[in-house]
């Protein structure tokens, strides 16, 4: 998505930027040199497992109470939900800490 020119940011733990880098470092460094993406490293106490936020739906996905994913996903398509699915994302994008474009 990011090499077609879409706007993306990821946010996602320390421990899963290292495996993305060690098990896929060209997709890696694609998405961390390209100007319309952004990584993020949240380093606190994770509850969703998934929150994608777009201009039409969200999609939303909970960890279970044993740290387990869960395969089951909440999405939405109204205008209310977009926007509580984006304040979401928006906190947890404040709350973390942006990868170095270069290394």
């Known amino acids: 998505m990011a090499s077609k020119g ?9 421990p899963i930027f290292e495996k993305m880098k060690n098990d ?5 460094r694609i998405l961390k ?8 490293i949240y380093k606190g106490e994770v509850k969703p497992s998934l929150i ?10 909970l960890m279970l109470n044993n740290c387990r994913y869960d395969n089951s996903y909440l999405m939405g398509t109204e205008k ?12 947890y994008e404040k ?3 942006l990868v170095p474009k270069k290394d």
């Open 80 to 91: 209310e939900a977009i926007e509580w699915a984006t304040k979401l994302y928006e906190w």
């Open 52 to 61: 994608i936020a777009s201009d039409q739906y969200f999609l939303l996905s």
């Open 95 to 97: 709350n973390s800490e």
């Open 6 to 14: 879409a706007n993306l940011s990821l946010i996602m733990t320390e």
């Open 24 to 28: 896929y470092p060209e997709a890696t």
């Open 33 to 40: 040199n390209s100007d319309n993406s952004r990584i993020l």
